[in-house]
């Protein structure tokens, strides 16, 4: 009902008789009443039933602003960082580079979501996990996950999910790049043809290794305590770090990680994945983790770990 003094303007479905539509009541139709507060002359009825759909105009034209401006609000949301604060020690990485910045071959709405969803995600609840232990807050994220034994049992199952979780994708986002895509360079390079022969022939095991997790996990090149490289995988967000080696190239075969671009085509990502590689950095990487490298010991990461790079990348 419409109020305007003296009228009274209502919106009501038309009812059956026998003028109805063959196509049934027409749901929308408008029936405006107009009821005088006096009786009125026909040129003061005319005068009130204008005013009445001026004022139907008007509140219509405000509605249909209204919807444009919230879906302007809504559009400009999505296009807006998620602030990277968060409640607890662990804070969300930046993004070191546009979403759209791996396009073709990683599309920007899966960074977006990727990032800003379920990486955010995993750090919320990691720290929800951790709180109440001032002994964890204060550690890095890879140091939780490289001594879970040392985390209480309550809380195992979380932060080996949600801590693995943030230190894969903290480590992830930094090993890629729209100049990727070229080859290993210097000690890494030379390493890598050592092992698997030559570097199509580890980009074939590679994708191999990838394509076979069995639901969602990663595949991983890592580096082993004794300084040898190795491809391996891992289920979930479960992280090499938890079993004494060193992540220095992975793949996040998650779903999540392709499926609104590629479906079920695990594959086609996998190698899209390898034009997008910034093996410029991993090489530089990879010599300051083979140097930490002890044959006796699991591989150290040098340095201090911190919150923004929690692998010890510099």
Avoid at 237 to 245: A, E, Y
Avoid at 300 to 307: D, F, L
Wanted: with cysteine; glycine share 10%.
């Amino acid at each position: 009902m419409l109020d305007v003094p003296g009228i009274r303007a209502r919106r009501t479905a038309s009812a059956s008789s026998a003028h109805a539509s063959p196509h049934g009541p027409d749901i929308g139709s408008t029936q405006i009443a107009v009821e005088s507060g006096s009786r009125s002359s026909a040129k003061g009825d005319t005068m009130n039933r204008r005013s009445v759909l001026k004022g139907l105009g008007l509140t219509a034209g405000i509605a249909a602003a209204g919807s444009t401006f919230e879906a302007s609000g809504w559009a400009q949301a999505a296009n807006t960082p998620p602030a990277t604060a968060s409640k607890g020690p662990f804070t969300l990485p930046p993004l070191p580079y546009a979403y759209d910045a791996l396009e073709p071959y990683i599309d920007a709405e899966t960074m977006h979501l990727h990032h800003d969803k379920h990486h955010a995600s995993y750090v919320e609840k990691l720290n929800i996990a951790v709180a109440g232990y001032p002994d964890l807050e204060k550690k890095s994220v890879n140091e939780l996950i490289s001594n879970l034994n040392s985390v209480p049992e309550d809380i195992h199952t979380a932060v080996r999910n949600q801590g693995g979780g943030d230190a894969n994708h903290s480590f992830w986002w930094l090993i890629l790049s729209k100049q990727g895509g070229t080859a290993p360079t210097g000690e890494l390079g030379k390493d890598i043809e050592t092992k698997f022969g030559s570097f199509p022939q580890f980009q074939e095991q590679f994708s191999k290794a990838a394509g076979s997790v069995f639901g969602s996990g990663w595949a991983w090149l890592t580096l082993a305590h004794d300084g040898n490289l190795q491809i391996e995988t891992t289920g979930n967000q479960d992280s090499p770090l938890s079993s004494g080696r060193v992540p220095i190239m992975g793949i996040d075969v998650w779903e999540h990680a392709y499926y609104l671009k590629y479906q079920n085509r695990r594959p086609d990502y996998i190698a899209a994945f390898l034009h997008v590689v910034n093996w410029d950095y991993v090489s530089s990487n990879y010599v300051s983790k083979k140097a930490a490298c002890d044959p006796t010991q699991p591989c150290r990461i040098p340095g201090v770990a911190g919150p923004t790079h929690p692998f010890g990348l510099t």
